[in-house]
């Protein structure tokens, strides 16, 4: 079977339910991106689990088209699964800096040269925002029992789990009486496209991805921005 075909073969629970999704976190959350996809990180954990070691092997320069053969256990509306963005509990954001250098002392057991600017054993100083919010929440539309599953091995959320970021100390999900996977007292909870409005402001809208996996120019539109 082909990547494609044993993703399609997975077929997900139908029974939906509103829900609130907790992670309690130990350590501050390192971001590349101003939020998580809540579907994005459960389809994460389904590919890990259906592909084992061909998920790391998967093309990058040319993505394939997941999104359009795994179905998620949540609901979806259209282009959209009904999963919110990250929701963190505090607004204030921190920079740090990151370093990683080769050291001489180092053993490589090679008599090549070693380059510093490429490669593994590059140098390098980067920029990274965190946050130091205690928990993070999701509301998802979805299968209790699947995502109880799937969402309870999460270790880590963010960037650099290497040195420690994000770690995961703590996980809830529970039902709620709405849905507000989406929207929630008017305020967009997640990416939502531009075509599935009537109206939108100009402010929040800017192109985004709608869908998984985000880095692939297919799956992103002009949308309306969380919060």
């Known amino acids: 079977m082909t990547i494609l075909d044993r993703l399609a073969a997975y077929e997900p629970p139908t029974d939906f339910q509103p829900l609130q999704v907790e992670f309690s976190l130990a350590t501050p959350l390192m971001m590349a991106f101003p939020w998580i996809y809540g579907d994005a990180l459960v389809a994460r954990l389904l590919m890990e689990e259906i592909l084992e070691d061909d998920f790391y092997n998967l093309p990058a320069k040319e993505p394939l088209p997941v999104s359009k053969h795994l179905r998620l256990p949540l609901q979806k509306t259209d282009l959209i699964y009904h999963a919110s963005a990250s929701i963190l509990d505090t607004d204030e954001m921190h920079t740090t800096i990151l370093y990683k250098r080769f050291h001489e002392a180092e053993d490589l057991k090679t008599k090549t040269r070693i380059r510093r ?49 994000g770690e995961v100390s703590g996980f809830s999900i529970s039902e709620i009486p709405e849905d507000w996977s989406i929207t929630k007292d008017g305020i967009a909870m997640r990416s939502i496209p531009c075509s599935m409005l009537k109206s939108f402001s100009d402010i929040r809208a800017m192109r985004l991805a709608y869908t998984f996996p985000g880095w692939d120019q297919a799956n992103v539109a002009m949308c309306v921005a969380p919060g």
């Open 117 to 165: 600017n490429s490669g593994q054993m590059r140098d390098f100083m980067m920029k990274f925002s965190y946050s130091a919010s205690r928990t993070v929440t999701f509301y998802m539309n979805g299968n209790l029992e699947e995502l109880s599953r799937l969402l309870s091995s999460v270790r880590h959320l963010g960037k650099k789990h290497a040195v420690g970021g």
